[in-house]
């Protein structure tokens, strides 16, 4: 029997997720700040609310999938949020990338709702929504984890990380690994073209070998093309570093390549590349090195 589900945050990520949710049969209550984003949704099948609380209050489970931390912070704790307008015992899964620090501290006030939470950022961009490949990362308790897992896997795939927190924890861990990827697959290709190497063949030889990543198999071809429209925009994969370094900071974690990274992408902000997709951070090596970035028209 399907569930009452509030969806909030209708963005790139959440509309396709949350209908897959509509197509399991589940009732979706959806809310967003953007009206045609509530105009698709209900004309997808789903049922509008005019706020996070009202679509709380009628749900079995809440499930959230908005920026970052302050937007979470909002959603959940404002007078008009989640925690206003919830009934104790509704399950709250909050599938935003944000800071571990604040999932832990928005965890604790459901608590003292009576609502169990669990943090449940994802991996995957806006095709692993669409196609419902996601990986899902879950902080919280186990019990609670179990509960969620068949809505969980009509999204995707989910391994539970740990207690409350570890979800965001694993997915700061993710993203420093694919910032790297990313940075180091950039060096590779501008090194080659500064000595005069064609880049496919940069391409060819390291996907054949011990360098071979997803993220060259998937974004290599495109970024030689000059392509960086976005499956992951720059600027969210720079919020995802902020965070990285905020729980470095709560941790006492030294890691010095992912500030580079860091830096590295606060360039591209600088440069106004923000909405590209994160394979743009080529521009910047390129740039850094005095050349152009593969494909460069201007």
Partial sequence: MGKKIAFIGLGIMGMPMAGHLMAAGHEVIGFDVVPELLHKLVEAGGIKANSAREAASQAEV??????DSPDVEAVYLREDGVLAGVNPGTLLVDMSSISPVVAIAVAQQASEKGCPMLDAPVSGGEVGAQQARLSIMVGGDVDVFDQARPLFELMGTPTHCG????????KACNQ???AMNFVGLAEALVLGMKAGIDPEIVIQVLGGGYAQTRVMDVRGPRMIQGDYEPGFRASFHYKDLNIVREAARAYGASLPASALAHELFTSMMANGWGDLDHSAVIKVIAKLSNTEAPGSKD
Wanted: a neutral charge; hydrophobic letters at 45%; glycine letters at 12%.
């Fill in 62 to 67: 809440v499930i959230s999938m908005v920026p």
């Fill in 163 to 170: 207690p409350s927190g570890a979800g965001q924890t694993v």
């Fill in 176 to 178: 420093i690994q694919v």
